[in-house]
């Protein structure tokens, strides 16, 4: 006989600022327990030398994590020239020094080359998987770690204009999924002629969530199950913004929320929503309420993952 799940069967969106010095997992275990939540997950992780955006999800929410996660970003964040690091970031051993420190000319002229669609190579200390094994787990073992570039894309690069001396550079970034701000920094200090490592970094947005929406783990902890009630949790389908919604009838909603398909044709005519071509995800809902994530495909709308809202 299965277990109960212990905890509240609460579901929707947390948009937690998570504090330095705990991993997301950490921060995570802490949120479910104020909350006494019976299901939670994250949609992104940060380093816990990282502060800022770490969506929760509760609940049905953790049906939808993969939406957070493929979420564009932004980070604020501190580079440091002339040393680098084991882990790219303060917590590692230094491995390279350089007197050489860029103008800031320089570095300015060198940011256009980091816009777009670029190849990245993840940090040795990344939870990238080699052969089934952690990166960060092989490099801490001391085994050689051969990571292999990936495409990933950058709209946004600038340096603030902050005047914090020669060794110092504060920038702004909005990234798409997997750019590690580390490998960052990283490669802009190699094309300056230098080395360099994070000192500070900060998740300013996680798509739809940003900081002014966040809550500390301090003022959840003070809420605590009054925090359910109190209006910072977010709808299911806040991660599904960009998703186009199909209306159902009662009928159509009872039937996909048993796993059963609707006719495309029925609902099309209904939704007179561009786009849903072979393949195209959508959100069905009945009024207010949101049935489940699916896809269009033979001329169906096929549920995908069905959710008890």
């Given amino acids: 006989m299965a277990r ?17 010095g705990l991993s997301s997992t950490q921060a995570l275990g802490k949120a479910r327990r104020f909350l006494d939540a ?3 997950g994250h949609g992104g992780t940060l380093d816990p030398l990282a502060t800022g955006i770490l969506p929760i999800a509760f609940g049905e929410a953790t049906k939808t994590v993969s939406y957070a996660m493929d979420a564009k970003k932004s980070y604020a964040f501190e580079a440091i020239w002339g040393v680098a690091t084991t882990t790219d970031d303060q917590e590692g051993r230094v491995t390279e ?4 420190r860029p ?20 940090p040795q200390y ?3 998987k080699v052969d089934g094994e952690r990166a960060y787990n092989l490099a801490r073992a001391n085994k050689g770690v051969d990571l292999k570039p990936r495409a990933v894309r950058v709209d ?25 701000i580390r490998s960052l920094v990283r490669d802009l200090a190699r094309a300056l002629g230098t080395c360099g490592h994070v000192a500070t970094l900060r998740r300013t947005r996680c798509g739809p969530f940003d900081e002014k929406m966040a809550i500390s783990l301090d003022k959840l902890e003070s809420l605590g199950h009054k925090a359910v009630g109190s209006g910072i949790l977010l709808p299911v389908a806040t991660v599904l913004d960009d998703i186009p919604a199909l209306a159902l009838t009662e009928e159509e909603a009872r039937r996909m929320s048993h796993g059963q398909s609707i006719s495309l044709f029925a609902v099309a005519n209904r939704n007179p929503i561009s786009g849903l071509t072979p393949g195209a995800t959508v959100q069905v809902v009945c009024g207010d309420r949101l ?7 033979d001329g169906l709308v096929k549920p995908v993952r069905v ?3």
Avoid at 4 to 19: N, V, Y
Avoid at 97 to 100: E, I, K, L, P
Avoid at 161 to 176: H, I, K, M, S, Y
């Fill in 97 to 100: 020094t350089s007197d050489v």
């Fill in 103 to 122: 103008a800031l000319s320089a570095i300015e002229g060198a940011l256009s080359s980091f816009l777009g669609e670029i190849q990245q190579i993840p």
């Fill in 156 to 180: 946004r690069f600038e340096r603030i204009n902050t005047d914090l001396g020669p060794d110092r550079a504060q920038f702004e970034v909005d990234c798409g999924k997997g750019t590690y």
């Fill in 4 to 20: 109960k799940r212990r905890g509240q069967a609460i579901s929707g969106w947390l948009a937690l600022d998570k504090p330095l």
């Fill in 307 to 309: 959710l008890n809202t």
């Fill in 126 to 128: 990344s939870a990238i």
């Fill in 291 to 297: 049935i489940a994530i699916a896809m269009v495909a």
């Fill in 38 to 40: 019976a299901k939670a």
